[in-house]
């Protein structure tokens, strides 16, 4: 790992506060989230080779990360806005909101720097992704099960990855995630200068956020920001307290449910 360094000591205290509160030791869930990689990983290769990982597997299961990400990404926002991350609430908003406050308003080195708590935050701050999925999951969809997983999972290195200059980049990644991205760039899958675009809006409008994917989803980006547009338009109309939380909340659960069961009604 580079050394990267953080911008402020008192990050280290609030983040080892909150995972002492939230995570047990940190020393176990960094094999924990190891193991849990591992698994996913060892599950699709099983899966591939008893020829049960199929193409539409893969590609349903990038659709539905990426439909996760975008409707998850706008309660993030939300929260950014209802509470007071840093300060009173920062008990019970999670570690991953935290990290994605840090890194987005004041350095966005902070982002690597927790690269376990980020990377952490995709499991144990997102229970609703994976909880969902127990109504829907049998034989036929372990395939898409674990490559919808795969997919969730290299969001936190990714994001990361965004956020580190080419020289960053090749310390803080082992080769083959590196030239994995750097591959997945130059195909267009991922976009530095996208994320980029993401990352224009500050503490002073924070409901101007734009862009909420960090992968390649056609059209689908721009519905959530209709969504989030829509939603903001209630909160500012109505005043009602956590409104625009509670909205987003709604609609993530909303959508989580909708395209799991429309992918397993028409497409398994």
């Not at 902070?110 to 034989?139: A, K």
């Amino acid at each position: 790992m580079v050394e990267l360094k953080t911008t402020n000591p008192n990050y280290i205290t609030n983040m080892n506060r909150i995972m002492k509160d939230n995570y047990l030791l940190p020393v176990i869930n960094n094999k924990i989230y190891y193991m849990i990689v591992a698994v996913n990983i060892l599950s699709l290769i099983g899966l591939l080779f008893n020829n049960r990982l199929s193409v539409k597997d893969v590609g349903l299961g990038y659709l539905l990360s990426q439909i996760t990400f975008l409707s998850g990404h706008a309660v993030v926002h939300a929260c950014f806005i209802e509470y007071d991350i840093t300060n009173k609430d920062i008990d019970n908003t999670g570690v991953g909101n935290y990290v994605a406050y840090l890194h987005h308003y004041e350095n966005s080195k902070e982002l690597p720097y927790f690269w376990m708590q980020h990377r952490l935050s995709y499991i144990f701050d997102t229970p609703l992704v994976y909880l969902t999925w127990l109504p829907f999951i049998n034989s036929k969809l372990l395939g898409l099960f674990f490559s919808y997983s795969g997919w969730w999972l290299l969001q936190g290195p990714l994001h990361e990855w965004y956020h580190l200059n080419n020289s960053e980049r090749k310390h803080h990644f082992n080769p083959i995630i590196n030239n994995l991205f750097h591959l997945s760039e130059k195909i267009g899958m991922v976009s530095t200068k996208h994320h980029q675009l993401h990352h224009k809006h500050q503490k002073n409008n924070l409901e101007d956020v734009e862009k909420f994917s960090d992968m390649y989803i056609p059209f689908l980006e721009e519905i959530e920001q209709k969504i989030w547009n829509f939603n903001v338009n209630i909160k500012n109309k109505y005043k009602w307290k956590k409104t625009l939380y509670y909205l987003s909340s709604i609609q993530h659960f909303i959508v989580l449910l909708a395209s799991f069961a429309i992918t397993k009604k028409y497409c398994y």
